[in-house]
């Protein structure tokens, strides 16, 4: 298809708006983004640098996420401006319709859909486990150093220091307290008082320095028993001078090793998020297996069934095994043979009378096929034939009297109300015993089940989510170009202020949609794939809708009555008057 200038006009002026809308929803998206970790942040010290860094981070992640926004602003003004200085008319009038206008949009929004779709997979990843690991270092270290007056300061490790007073040069302090708890444990504790000092940091900026004057210090060992009786010792001393350095690596930026995180699911790409949902359906059905051998050994009536089933599971696959090995040498030897030149049968044998390949003696049987070794053999129940049978009606002595309990007994499964019945009366409270037991282990075991699997499938759900999300958000693009593009020839205003504001509006309609599908995902209520879908599924109708009112030249009220359902009204009542009238 060969680009008109018209093509090349609406390209030119479709770009630069979508530039500049992508970045101001860019920053938006970020700083929106960024509140919500502000007290994690605030109070850490971070450098510039490495807010900077976080941003930049952040701002990788969202951009799937401004780009469809970036796409249904600047179509509603590109149109709008067309509709409204009349050009959009002008171009119609010329008979090229709608859909011919939107053609070259539709293939720009093709690409920075294709752009989504590389972001999302390949950069977005990596970004947010630069984020997560930065943000977690964040996380753990200290709030920088704030000695407060009259405030104990737990910022160092093992210590507990108190100022009573911090003179204007930040510098010289008095009324000091300083508590040593770092052998607590071992029941050693010591307290430091000072009535002044000075305190100031080292020249590299590693070590933090009291200097203190005119104090005193006292220690309390560990307690001892003497003669049976505990003793409290206490030890006290004075000073002039006394000096305390404190290490601040403490107060340092650690790096967390990044192969922590990896495996979190907004963290991989598409093949490594397939690979991650193919291990959590294994390990689901891992523990189904597990839960279900456990419970078959729960009753001693099915562990020879269960033991039987093994063993047939285990013949079977060793006759496929030896059905592989042995197809694989028939055809490793029928290529052998082809290979040769094949041998010249006269013409005046019969080939009837040929003799049959011998091995040791044997004919040569055919290897059965992998089916029919593979099948499940089902031998037939051999009866065997009954000998000496007697009419017990007409026997007497011991073995009529057996007949006749057996019949008793017969007669009382029938008339049984309860299963425990047909045990004798001084076992039935063992088995009644045994039996709850039993039953409230099952019970157990299964509630346990079911709670670790519920975790297992969330995790598969978010996975089949992201997946799917990575698709749908390129997507959404070309959707959100059948809204703004329509709607712009329908509203028919340019610039920032309706385009703005109806870009809003079905955005955040969009937003809404994901975050609630998303949520009804986990719980389980609708399929991940669905609901990682239902964004689009509900806004592509819609822009359907509207690309068919705008090549219909509708204007903004009909629009409006259309959503406001007046034609449903109105054809109820035309359908109403024409059943009176019948």
Request: aromatic fraction near 10%; proline fraction near 4%; glycine fraction near 4%.
């Amino acid at each position: 298809m060969q680009l008109k200038k018209l093509d090349g006009m609406l390209m030119k002026a479709f770009i630069p708006p979508f530039i500049v809308t992508f970045f101001i929803a860019l920053f938006v998206l970020v700083m929106q983004t960024l509140w919500l970790y502000i007290d994690d942040i605030a109070g850490k010290g971070i450098g510039f640098f490495l807010l900077v860094e976080l941003v930049s981070y952040m701002s990788v992640s969202m951009i799937p996420m401004a780009l469809p926004v970036a796409v249904l602003i600047s179509a509603v003004m590109v149109l709008g401006n067309l509709a409204e200085r009349y050009e959009l008319s002008s171009i119609k009038s010329a008979g090229v319709s709608l859909w011919r206008v939107m053609l070259p949009l539709m293939i720009v929004t093709g690409a920075i859909g294709i752009g989504s779709y590389f972001c999302s997979n390949n950069l977005i990843p990596v970004s947010n486990l630069k984020f997560k690991s930065r943000l977690h270092d964040i996380r753990k270290q200290k709030p920088t150093l704030s000695l407060e007056e009259s405030v104990f300061n737990d910022d160092f490790q093992g210590f507990s220091i108190r100022l009573g007073n911090k003179l204007p040069d930040n510098k010289s302090i008095q009324d000091v307290i300083l508590f040593d708890n770092t052998e607590a444990s071992q029941g050693r504790l010591t307290m430091v008082a000072a009535d002044s000092g000075d305190m100031y940091g080292s020249a590299d900026g590693k070590f933090f320095v009291m200097h203190l004057f005119e104090g005193s210090q006292v220690m309390e060992p560990k307690p001892t028993i003497k003669d049976g009786k505990r003793n409290y010792p206490m030890m006290r001393a004075t000073f002039d001078e006394w000096t305390k350095v404190f290490d601040l690596d403490e107060f340092e930026l650690d790096r967390t090793d990044e192969s922590l995180f990896k495996s979190h699911h907004t963290m991989l790409s598409n093949r490594q998020l397939l690979i991650a949902v193919d291990s959590i359906d294994k390990e689901i059905a891992q523990r189904i297996a597990r839960n279900n051998e456990q419970n078959y050994k729960s009753f001693y009536f099915l562990q020879k069934e269960f033991e039987e089933q093994k063993k047939e599971e285990r013949r079977r696959e060793n006759e496929r095994m030896k059905a592989e090995r042995d197809s694989f040498a028939l055809m490793k030897e029928l290529e052998t043979q082809s290979s040769a030149p094949p041998a010249r049968v006269p013409e005046h044998l019969d080939k009837a009378n040929l003799p049959k390949p011998q091995q040791n003696g044997e004919p040569v049987q055919p290897i059965k096929k992998l089916r029919e070794i593979n099948r499940p053999v089902i031998q037939p129940i051999k009866k065997e034939p009954q000998k000496n049978v007697v009419d017990s009606t007409k026997q007497s002595g011991p073995a009529s009297q057996d007949s006749a309990q057996e019949k008793a007994f017969a007669y009382n499964l029938d008339t049984l109300t309860s299963i425990i019945g047909i045990f004798p009366k001084e076992k039935r409270g063992e088995y009644l015993f045994a039996a709850k037991k039993t039953a409230q282990t099952l019970k157990d075991r299964a509630e346990s089940t079911v709670n670790s699997l519920q975790k297992t499938r969330e995790s598969r759900v978010k996975h089949v989510f992201e997946y799917n999300t990575k698709f749908s958000m390129a997507v959404a693009c070309l959707i959100f170009l059948f809204f703004g593009a329509p709607m712009g020839a329908i509203v028919r205003k340019g610039g920032f202020g309706w385009p703005l504001l109806i870009s809003i509006v079905f955005f955040m309609l969009f937003i809404v949609i994901s975050i609630f599908s998303k949520n009804i995902a986990e719980r389980g209520v609708i399929n991940a794939v669905l609901a990682s879908w239902m964004n689009c599924l509900v806004i592509f109708p819609m822009g359907l809708a509207l690309t068919y009112w705008a090549m219909r030249d509708a204007n903004l009220q009909q629009v409006i009555d259309f959503f406001k359902f007046k034609w449903v009204f109105e054809y109820l009542a035309i359908a109403i008057a024409r059943a009176k009238k019948q």
